[in-house]
């Protein structure tokens, strides 16, 4: 297609001048730009049509990542006096 309607990671090295003057960069357009961006992003990796045991499992082992890290001074202090 047109230059101007490719994203930024379909534009070869050399054409990226002209790409870039191709873009709205007033702070209107800037703006429109993040929220596409948010949009794009939220769509992909937030709002999932399929949800499945896999985001469940993630946010359980981050939960038990974060615990033990936010108890880890207590863990190895026990975890000394029952090895003396």
């Not at 001048?17 to 993040?34: C, E, F, H, I, N």
């Not at 948010?38 to 359980?60: C, E, F, H, Q, T």
Request: hydrophobic share 40%; glycine share 12%.
């Amino acid at each position: 297609g047109p230059l101007s309607e490719r994203r930024l990671m379909d534009v070869r090295l050399g054409e990226l001048p002209v790409w870039l003057a191709t873009r709205d960069l007033s702070p209107q357009g800037l703006l429109g730009g993040v929220q596409k961006a948010w949009s794009s992003y939220y769509d992909k990796y937030i709002n999932v049509k399929r949800g499945g045991p896999a985001g469940i499992s993630m946010l359980l082992a981050g939960y038990c990542l974060l615990s033990y890290g936010w108890n880890y001074q207590h863990i190895s202090k026990i975890s000394f006096l029952v090895s003396v």
